[in-house]
C-alpha cells in the first residue's frame, strides 16, 4: 500500500495513519517535506521511502528498501547499508560515505560536500555527482551508462586490461577527455 502523508501532519497523525493502515501493510511513503515528522520508525516491507526537504539525522535500517529518495535533507549525515537498494538520491545532504551496496544501479550525491569518494558499485547504471568539491575519485563502474559532472574533477579509472575505451563509449551522457599516465591508470577530466 502506498502513503502520502501531509506536509502539516504531526509526528502523532504520521503515527495514527501508520497504525490504522498497519505499519506491515505498507510498501511505500511519502513524507517529503514534513518538518513535524521527527522520527521515521521501520517499516518491514517498505520499498520506496521519499522523505526529501525533512529534518531526520538518521533513517532506519529497511532490509526490503529498494529505492531511497533523502534529497536536501541538511542534518543527514548517514545512510545505513541497504542490502536490497536499486537507488539512492541523497543530494544535498550532509552524509560523508556511502556504504558499498551490491545492487545499486543509480546514484545521485550531488551537492554532497563531505563526499570524498565512491565505492565501487559493480550495478551502477547512472551517477549523479556535480557539485561535489571534495570528490577526489571515481572508480571505473564497469555498466556505467549515464555519468552527470559539472565541475572539474579527476576522475581514475583502474583497469588491468587497459580496456577502458569502448567502456567510455557505452556511456550515454559523457563530457571530458581521457589520458594514460606511467602507473597504467587512467584520468578523466571532466569540465
Avoid: A
Amino acid at each position: 500500500m502506498k502513503v502520502k502523508i501531509s506536509v502539516y501532519s504531526t509526528q502523532e497523525e504520521f503515527e495514527n495513519k501508520i497504525n490504522e493502515i498497519g505499519i506491515k501493510n505498507i510498501t511505500k511513503i511519502n513524507i517529503s517535506c514534513n518538518l513535524n515528522i521527527t522520527i521515521i520508525p521501520y517499516f518491514p516491507n517498505l520499498k520506496i521511502l521519499c522523505c526529501g526537504w525533512t529534518i531526520y539525522t538518521t533513517i532506519p535500517f529497511m532490509e526490503k528498501l529498494e529505492e531511497l529518495y533523502c534529497w536536501s535533507c541538511h542534518n543527514l549525515t548517514e545512510i545505513p547499508l541497504f542490502p536490497n537498494l536499486k537507488l539512492l538520491e541523497c543530494s544535498w545532504t550532509n552524509i560523508s560515505f556511502i556504504p558499498f551496496m551490491e545492487n545499486l544501479e543509480k546514484l545521485s550525491c550531488s551537492g554532497c560536500l563531505n563526499i570524498i569518494k565512491i565505492p565501487y558499485f559493480y550495478n551502477l547504471k547512472e551517477l549523479y555527482c556535480e557539485r561535489c568539491p571534495n570528490l577526489l575519485e571515481i572508480p571505473n563502474f564497469p555498466n556505467l551508462k549515464k555519468l552527470w559532472c559539472d565541475c572539474t574533477l579527476k576522475i581514475k579509472f583502474y583497469n588491468k586490461d587497459l580496456e577502458i575505451r569502448p567502456k567510455i563509449n557505452t556511456l550515454q551522457y559523457f563530457q571530458g577527455r581521457l589520458f594514460q599516465n606511467t602507473y597504467r591508470t587512467y584520468e578523466l577530466l571532466i569540465f
